[in-house]
C-alpha cells in the first residue's frame, strides 16, 4: 500500500468514526416530521442522526426524558452536551451548508435570546399549528401517538 492510500484509508476511517450530533424530534407532530424531513434532505444532514422522540422504544439518555423530549426540541451535540431550543436549532443548521447563515446570525450577540423568546412563544401554538398542517396534508412520522 503507498502512503497516499494509507492517508486516504486513515481519513475515512476517522470520518466514519467520528461522532454526530444527535436531532430528537417528535415523530407524530406533522408540522414537526414535514420540517424535519426538510432538514434530513439537506446536504450535510449525513453527519446528523435523527431520532423520533414520540416511539417509546427510543432511548434518549440519562439528562433528557421522553416527556421533556416531545415538549420541546433538542439536539445533542458530538461532544454529548444537550442543547435545546433555539440554540438546539443553531447546532442544525450550523450542520447544514446551506443553513450556516442563519447558525451566524443566530451567534450574533443578543440575537440567540431573542430567538428563544420567539421559539417559546411558538411552543403553544405548536399544536393548533400541527392540526393545520395535517389539514393541509402533511403526515407524521410515527402515526401511532397521532390516533
Not at 416531545?70 to 458530538?78: D, E, I, K, P, S
Not at 412563544?121 to 407524521?140: D, E, N, Q, T
Request: proline share 5%; glycine share 8%.
Amino acid at each position: 500500500m503507498h502512503k497516499t492510500e494509507r492517508v486516504e484509508v486513515a481519513v475515512k476511517s476517522r470520518k466514519a468514526d467520528q461522532a454526530c450530533a444527535t436531532v430528537y424530534y417528535d415523530g407524530s407532530c406533522p408540522l414537526c416530521s414535514v420540517e424535519i424531513g426538510h432538514y434530513a434532505s439537506c446536504e450535510g444532514s449525513d453527519g446528523l442522526q435523527f431520532v423520533d422522540v414520540s416511539n417509546p422504544k427510543v432511548r434518549l439518555g440519562e439528562d433528557l426524558t421522553r416527556q421533556e423530549a416531545m415538549g420541546r426540541f433538542h439536539v445533542r451535540r458530538a461532544d454529548g452536551k444537550l442543547v435545546s431550543g433555539a440554540r438546539g436549532f443553531t447546532e442544525l443548521w450550523c450542520a447544514l451548508p446551506k443553513w450556516r447563515w442563519l447558525a451566524r446570525i443566530a451567534r450574533l450577540p443578543g440575537i440567540l435570546p431573542l430567538l428563544e423568546l420567539a421559539y417559546r412563544g411558538f411552543l403553544p401554538l405548536r399544536p393548533m399549528l400541527s392540526r393545520i398542517a395535517s389539514w393541509v396534508g402533511a403526515k407524521p412520522v410515527n402515526q401511532k401517538d397521532t390516533l
